[in-house]
């Protein structure tokens, strides 16, 4: 089994989505780009990617689910929509979606990519295939919800590490998303399904280090997808059986960890034995699972990670980014039937 602890790097980003042409507006129905000077933005016309009436869409493997950690400005108050990491967990639907906070007046929800890429397209959508399985409401998928999806939307790069101030972004452009019909699939803009823009510089290579997205307020967003390459080599993840990331998506009650998600599309969820906390800075500045010893806190992989081999049995390697606060007391893993390490 491995497993990986990821702590994101910057205070804020956000992303967005364009169209062709340079300098001037592009008008489609239901949705108007205008790229900034020396940028494009493309738009394929495809009225809603990955969604189907029959089920719920899958979210493609990207750059934001694969090495990406989610930064925001605001949550509303309550779940599931105050959840870290639902913006980008690789799951669609409206209980996996971010919404901005009713009264913040530049909201906004983007990616650190923890590294410089070569960004090419993007995507995102309000709510683009909704389960009852995974929570949302029962009555059928496309148009159930279709609000908190309108407005003016600005997509902004940057490859500063740890963008600070406005000065840190660049802005690609900006969409503005007017309609939300959905009688004509491939007809008006249906700004609540998912849309895929190409992105790039009008002359050499659009390369980022993180992406953000300014949004209406009270908007949401569900899956911020960002597609590229990297300049430099990231983590490798395609052999990981769970990747556990403290600024993924943690569920909590109160402080006490109820489920850490797992990053590697396996679902080989830790969940608690006894419950260890979430703690917002910890490790540099950062989010982390404090374990109390004390207390025996620990959390549950279940065997299957291995494919239903036990893990006590079979050969494997775990790696782990954490930090101790005495010598006497070090990380501890526990395999089923009594094995550590």
């Known amino acids: 089994m491995n497993t990986k602890s990821q702590p994101g790097i910057f205070p804020a980003v956000a992303t967005a989505l364009v169209l062709l042409s340079v300098g001037s507006p592009v008008a489609f129905a239901g949705v108007v780009i205008s790229p900034s000077a020396g940028f494009s933005i493309t738009w394929d016309g495809n009225d809603g990617d990955f969604h189907t009436d029959a089920g719920p869409a899958p979210a493609p493997m990207n750059l934001s689910t694969m090495v990406g950690t989610q930064i925001q400005s605001s949550f509303f108050g309550g779940p599931p929509h105050n959840v870290p990491g639902n913006v980008n967990n690789g799951t669609y639907g409206n209980v996996s979606s971010w919404i901005s906070a009713v009264g913040d007046v530049n909201p906004w929800v983007g990616i650190d990519l923890g590294g410089q890429y070569d960004l090419n397209s993007l995507a995102?959508?309000?709510?683009?295939?909704?389960?009852?399985?995974?929570?949302?409401?029962?009555?059928?998928?496309?148009?159930?919800?279709?609000?908190?999806?309108?407005?003016?939307?600005?997509?902004?790069?940057?490859?500063?590490?740890?963008?600070?101030?406005?000065?840190?972004?660049?802005?690609?452009?900006?969409?503005?998303?007017?309609?939300?019909?959905?009688?004509?699939?491939?007809?008006?803009?249906?700004?609540?399904?998912?849309?895929?823009?190409?992105?790039?510089?009008?002359?050499?290579?659009?390369?980022?280090?993180?992406?953000?997205?300014?949004?209406?307020?009270?908007?949401?967003?569900?899956?911020?997808?960002?597609?590229?390459?990297?300049?430099?080599?990231?983590?490798?993840?395609?052999?990981?059986?769970?990747?556990?990331?403290?600024?993924?998506?943690?569920?909590?009650?109160?402080?006490?960890?109820?489920?850490?998600?797992?990053?590697?599309?396996?679902?080989?969820?830790?969940?608690?034995?006894?419950?260890?906390?979430?703690?917002?800075?910890?490790?540099?500045?950062?989010?982390?699972?404090q374990f109390n010893p004390i207390e025996n806190d620990h959390l549950n992989i279940p065997g299957a990670a291995l494919g239903g081999i036990q893990i006590a049995n079979s050969d494997y390697e775990i790696f782990v980014v954490a930090k101790s606060e005495s010598a006497g007391i070090q990380f501890l893993t526990a395999a089923e039937g009594g094995g550590t390490g």
């Open 124 to 289: 995102w959508s309000r709510d683009n295939g909704m389960s009852t399985a995974n929570g949302d409401s029962a009555g059928g998928f496309s148009g159930q919800f279709t609000d908190r999806s309108l407005g003016l939307y600005t997509v902004q790069i940057t490859n500063s590490v740890t963008p600070a101030t406005a000065t840190d972004w660049t802005s690609i452009g900006t969409l503005d998303y007017q309609s939300s019909d959905d009688t004509i699939v491939g007809g008006l803009f249906t700004a609540f399904y998912r849309h895929e823009y190409d992105v790039a510089k009008t002359s050499g290579t659009l390369m980022a280090t993180g992406v953000r997205l300014l949004v209406p307020g009270g908007t949401a967003i569900d899956e911020l997808e960002l597609y590229g390459s990297a300049s430099v080599q990231p983590v490798p993840t395609s052999d990981l059986q769970s990747w556990l990331k403290a600024d993924g998506d943690v569920v909590t009650s109160g402080t006490d960890v109820t489920r850490w998600s797992d990053h590697s599309f396996n679902g080989n969820h830790a969940t608690p034995g006894i419950s260890p906390s979430l703690v917002p800075s910890a490790i540099n500045g950062l989010p982390a699972v």
